[in-house]
């Protein structure tokens, strides 16, 4: 049996390497990130929803007085304290994901620039609480809270993303998956997106769910808006049908179609979860899986436009 020649170290730098390229810590908080990021809106919505907003009425403590909720405070005293505190859970991942990349800064910036911007989004966001509290929740404000919580979980979701990439895929550069045709109508379903998102904000500043029953409206017809909001999703599963077209018809890397497939089914999602809160008049429960859905759908938009631009993709998996 003739000997197989070793590979030469020419030979062996060629080869991509296997496996991610940062470690499992790196990855687990990069993650951890992201489904905290999401998992605070929801929460902030359960503030919301129950009315509990002004449960805390100053800010940063929780009473003039009092850096923790009093039991004369009540249950709504508890629930917004209660995410007061999450935010603490939250600095510690962030804080976390810094100290992780922090010694391999040189070699992964992009690690280390997402990182940073992932801690920024906090005191950030803290700041805009604080004037939410002391403007009795001025429904523009708690609009501005949401939406800087959408652009920190978009963060998070290019962070996972690059925590993920094997040396080889740091070393290569690709064209990006989504083709010349394909990618006006990425850009299309990022735009549709991010317009679908602030107009749900701008809804419910005129809906019924003020985070107090004293707290101020945005004094804009629900209705109307309702269905203002509504022609931008219309326009965005035209967008999809579109993109599954092309997706279908032409052969396209399969991470770009699962990403496509995936915000598919949560836009399907939303769509239904949207028409059933508004014909039911708005009950909790499903308008606080609607702020869910709208965090992956903006998560899920999010993986579309990195798979679709990025040079730099994870998981190598063979053409579709």
Sequence with gaps: MPNTPAPTSAARAAEPAAGPATSRLVRSLAVATL???????????????????????????????????????????????????????????AFGMLASVWKGRSARPDLMRLSVAALAGIPAQAFIGGITVWTGLNPWVVGLHFIVSMIIIAVAVVLVNRAWLSPGQLAER????????????????????????????????????????????????????????????YLLVFTLIVALYLVYRRTVDVRFKRSLLLFTAVVLAQAVIGYAQHFLALPIALVALHMLGASLMTAAAAQVFYTGFSRKVPEQSPKA
């Design 35 to 93: 489904v905290a990021n999401i998992g605070i809106v929801v929460t902030g919505g359960a503030v919301r929803l129950t009315a509990s907003g002004l449960g805390c009425p100053e800010w940063p403590l929780c009473t003039a007085d009092s850096l923790v909720a009093t039991p004369e405070m009540g249950i709504h005293g508890v629930i917004e304290f209660g995410n007061r505190l999450l935010t603490f859970v939250l600095t510690a991942i």
């Design 174 to 233: 690709h064209e990006p998956l989504a083709g010349r045709t394909l990618r006006p109508v990425v850009w299309a379903i990022a735009v549709l997106s991010a317009i679908t998102v602030v107009l749900g904000v701008i809804v419910t500043g005129a809906g019924p769910h003020a985070g107090d029953h004293g707290a101020a409206r945005n004094n804009l017809d629900p209705d109307l808006m309702t269905r203002i909001h509504v022609v931008p999703v």
